[in-house]
């Protein structure tokens, strides 16, 4: 059965990692998508090469989330190419581990202006374009969003805001039809945590120590919640965040 057909969904950050996880799970239970990217276009156009051989419709979009024009345009696209828009996953997201007191006033504008801002801005968008029957908004936020970490502390106050403008958003939307949920990923193998050097053999051992199912996730563990999310099995469920993460807290 696939539970999306017909339905249109916009991921954020879709060129890479868990974004493009979720592009493709969400195209493989029958929707159309929207990859959105920042800066890699080779990235998502492999997402949208993978997508093709799988014969789901599907188009790349650059738009930076933390501008309101590029935001605008990505919304604007996305109604000329499919007419329509159902699901919103704002998994765009930017992190940096360092001490608490390395904390510079650009990486502050630059955290909060991805993870906080870029989710504001394009439901606002989505707001517009959501038919009669509502939409399903799925954010990302982490397990740092509820248990801040030691040398992260800028990233999991991003993501504590991101869980709050979860549960606020579903209050203020619901009578409108449009569910809002977050997804905590825990530690999950990506090219961004790769890319911060967050995949060492000793933070991989470490993180397997915290995690009780015993290894790493990955984007397929975090798509399958989702499309759990984006689909009407969870047409209950509204201001949530779900951890999906072996069981790491
Ligand atoms: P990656 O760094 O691998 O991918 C990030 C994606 O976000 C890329 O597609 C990137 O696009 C895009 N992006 C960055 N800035 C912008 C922007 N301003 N506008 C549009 N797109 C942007 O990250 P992950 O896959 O690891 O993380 C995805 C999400 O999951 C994030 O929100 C992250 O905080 C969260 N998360 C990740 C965990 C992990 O262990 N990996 C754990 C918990 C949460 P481009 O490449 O074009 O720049």
Redesign the pocket.
């Given at each position: 059965m696939n539970l999306l057909t017909g339905k249109v969904a916009i991921v954020?950050?879709?060129?890479?990692?868990?974004?493009?996880?979720i592009a493709k799970a969400l195209a493989a239970a029958g929707a159309s998508v929207v990859v959105?990217?920042?800066?890699?276009?080779a990235?998502?156009e492999r997402v949208l090469a993978e997508l093709a051989v799988a014969d789901c419709k599907a188009i790349a979009v650059?738009?930076?989330?933390?501008?309101p024009k590029?935001v605008e345009r990505l919304f604007a696209e996305t109604k000329a190419a499919f007419g329509r828009l159902d699901i919103l996953v704002?998994?765009?997201?930017?992190?940096r581990f360092e001490p608490f007191e390395d904390i510079s006033v650009d990486e502050f504008h630059r955290e909060f202006?991805?993870?906080v801002l870029?989710p504001i801005l394009t439901l606002q968008e989505a707001i517009k374009q959501f038919g009669f029957e509502g939409g399903s908004v799925i954010n990302?936020?982490?397990?740092?969003g509820s248990h801040s970490l030691p040398n992260g502390i800028l990233?999991s106050a991003?993501?504590a805001a991101?869980e709050s403008l979860t549960q606020g958003l579903s209050a203020e939307l619901g009578a409108r039809g449009i569910r809002v949920n977050a997804?905590?990923?825990?530690?999950?193998?990506?090219?961004?945590?790769?890319?911060?050097g967050?995949l060492g053999e000793e933070n991989i051992k470490h993180y397997i120590s915290l995690t009780p199912l015993g290894r790493?996730?990955e984007?397929e563990d975090?798509a399958a919640a989702a499309v759990f999310l984006a689909s009407d099995a969870s047409a209950w469920i509204t201001g949530e965040t779900i951890r999906v993460?072996g069981g790491a807290r």
């Open positions: 954020t950050g879709a060129s890479k990692g868990i974004g493009a996880g959105n990217y920042a800066s890699s276009r990235g998502a650059q738009a930076s989330v933390s501008d590029d704002n998994n765009a997201g930017v992190f202006s991805t993870n870029g990302l936020s982490s397990l740092a990233y991003t993501k991101v997804i905590a990923p825990g530690y999950t193998r990506s090219e961004g945590t790769e890319a911060e967050l790493l996730g984007p975090i993460g």
